[in-house]
């Protein structure tokens, strides 16, 4: 069979694969309800047309929090075709999720170059479940407000295949030129998406430098201009936003020991994903994240001393770095969502050792066969793997399809715990809907509710209009505070409740 003929076959073997494996660990999401900032992005596009969005989005001196216009006509567009079935909203994120498994499956299959096609395969296959399935990001799956996450990871995943096309291309062919303008433009609309696509420049020097080991050849550097140019404009336009950042003007970012603590963190959180520990509060994941760190140093330091794959390794583990850089800075511990290109990273590598497994397994004495066969490699080989062999592949198949089991049930009760904490949004709205659509209140007070004041006057604007004034207050601000056509919401068990109403003059 024709290399790219089996190449968009396993394509889309893994895209089918990988919508199963999604559809288990992520059952529950397009039952769920918006959440949080979810209501706040809902309000601010519901009501703009696109003329009016557009201007909005690309507007510089209106951004206070970060840039990122992608999202803006994202979140409308969504709006604009699903209005407020949030079942919609949720389905695109996974249907994100599952392309980005795919996408990094795929870079995976052309980064690993395995002499067996077998391996390969594993290696593509294997990279895209680790993606698909991971709990630690979950929160950028199952939140409509992180499908930030999910599209910049994506626009950076397509950059990269075209990066490396280029490489893969004649060295003086119009093609290459191509795949490095496409490349750039797919990193340019990463980073109008998310900020942390600023790791994608020092990704492409990455890349470069893989390729050219691969193609024993010098890196060309200067390919590398254009993109950074474009980077460089955007860090502009950053810069100035952050300028106006409350969490920047807050302290909420720092160069404290944080910079060490947090990587370690994230690395934590990947590699122990146990139930309760998502939000990464707990003292011991750096702890953690230090032995990852610790045993990954130790196999470069192996694979260096047996000159096999050093070179390859340390690009990966380049790569993992500039994914965790970015949370760095944070002064509090780094959100899950925010573990989804980290994740991607090590599903790379997870994929390659893989692949290098296999390889081991089925090629006893280090000879490859002939052909490009998986069938005719396998029976060629099958007569001479020793029994040990094929005891650790055996053993290596129990201890992957039992840690996927366990994975697909954190990532459940991960998602359930999400929807429950964040379910009193739902029931504010729907509460504040029916009482609103019966009588016009000029004020609504909400007594301590167990939601930010942000989100709750953001539900009270979407559900009853932008007239009726929404007030957090605490319990003993209640008579202070009353006026005429006023309605009092309490909240009991993580329900709203009508506490007194007041009738209109």
């Known amino acids: 069979m024709p290399t790219v003929q089996r190449y968009v076959l396993l394509m889309i073997a893994t895209a089918v694969v990988a919508v199963m494996t999604v559809s288990v660990a992520y059952h529950a999401v397009p039952d769920r309800a918006f959440a949080a900032d979810d209501f706040q992005w809902v309000l601010?596009?519901?009501?703009?047309?696109?003329?009016?969005?557009?201007?909005?989005?690309?507007?510089?001196?209106?951004?206070?929090?970060?840039?990122?216009?992608?999202?803006?006509?994202?979140?409308?567009?969504?709006?604009?075709?699903?209005?407020?079935?949030?079942?919609?909203?949720?389905?695109?994120?996974?249907?994100?999720?599952?392309?980005?498994?795919?996408?990094?499956?795929?870079?995976?299959?052309?980064?690993?170059?395995?002499?067996s096609p077998l391996a390969s395969i594993v290696g593509f296959i294997g990279t895209a479940l680790f993606v698909a399935l991971h709990p630690a990001p979950f929160e950028a799956v199952v939140w409509v407000s992180a499908q930030s996450e999910l599209l910049a990871a994506f626009f950076l995943?397509?950059?990269?295949?075209?990066?490396?096309?280029?490489?893969?291309?004649?060295?003086?062919?119009?093609?290459?030129?191509?795949?490095?303008?496409?490349?750039?433009?797919?990193?340019?609309?990463?980073?109008?998406?998310?900020?942390?696509?600023?790791?994608?420049?020092?990704?492409?020097?990455?890349?470069?430098?893989?390729?050219?080991?691969?193609a024993q050849q010098r890196p060309e550097w200067r390919p590398l201009i254009l993109p950074l140019l474009v980077t460089g404009a955007y860090l502009v336009v950053a810069l100035d936003v952050a300028a106006r950042n409350a969490l920047v003007r807050e302290r909420g970012y720092g160069f404290g020991i944080q910079v060490i603590l947090n990587p370690l963190r994230s690395l934590g959180l990947i590699a122990v994903p146990l139930p309760g520990v998502e939000y990464g509060r707990e003292a011991w994941l750096p702890l953690a994240g230090a032995c990852v760190a610790l045993a990954g140093a130790g196999a470069l330091l192996v694979r260096w001393r047996l000159r096999r794959g050093a070179a390859s390794l340390l690009t990966g583990f380049l790569a993992l770095i500039l994914t965790l850089a970015p949370t760095a800075p944070f002064t509090s511990a780094p959100d899950s969502r925010y573990l989804y290109l980290p994740v991607v990273v090590i599903a790379l590598l997870a994929g390659a050792g893989a692949s290098m497994l296999v390889e081991w397994i089925i090629s006893p004495g280090g000879t490859r066969s002939a052909g490009n066969s998986v069938e005719r490699h396998i029976?060629?080989?099958?007569?001479?793997?020793?029994?040990?062999?094929?005891?650790?592949?055996?053993?290596?198949?129990?201890?992957?399809?039992?840690?996927?089991?366990?994975?697909?049930?954190?990532?459940?009760?991960?998602?359930?715990?999400?929807?429950?904490?964040?379910?009193?949004?739902?029931?504010?709205?729907?509460?504040?809907?029916?009482?609103?659509a019966k009588a016009d209140f000029d004020r609504i007070l909400v007594v301590e509710p167990p939601i930010a004041a942000p989100h709750v006057e953001a539900i009270i604007h979407l559900s009853c209009g932008v007239r009726t004034h929404p007030m957090v207050i605490g319990m003993g601000d209640v008579e202070r505070e009353l006026r005429p056509n006023t309605l009092v919401v309490a909240f009991s068990g993580g329900f709203p409740r009508e506490l007194i109403r007041t009738s209109a003059e």
Not at 180 to 207: D, M, Y
Not at 394 to 408: G, K, N
Request: net charge positive; with cysteine; aromatic share 10%.
């Open 44 to 115: 601010n596009v519901r009501d703009r047309s696109l003329p009016e969005i557009a201007a909005r989005a690309f507007d510089v001196s209106a951004s206070s929090h970060f840039y990122r216009p992608l999202v803006w006509l994202l979140l409308w567009s969504e709006w604009r075709l699903f209005g407020f079935d949030a079942r919609a909203f949720h389905m695109l994120s996974l249907a994100l999720h599952t392309l980005n498994a795919t996408l990094t499956g795929a870079l995976a299959y052309r980064l690993i170059k395995a002499q």
């Open 157 to 214: 995943l397509l950059a990269s295949h075209c990066w490396w096309s280029a490489g893969e291309s004649d060295q003086r062919s119009v093609h290459r030129r191509g795949w490095r303008i496409a490349a750039t433009a797919a990193l340019a609309l990463a980073l109008l998406t998310k900020e942390s696509a600023i790791i994608g420049l020092p990704l492409f020097a990455l890349l470069e430098w893989q390729a050219a080991r691969a």
């Open 379 to 436: 029976l060629s080989r099958s007569s001479r793997i020793p029994f040990l062999r094929l005891f650790v592949g055996a053993t290596a198949i129990a201890i992957v399809a039992l840690i996927s089991m366990l994975a697909v049930s954190e990532t459940r009760g991960r998602e359930v715990r999400f929807a429950t904490g964040t379910r009193p949004g739902e029931e504010l709205r729907l509460f504040t809907a029916a009482r609103c």
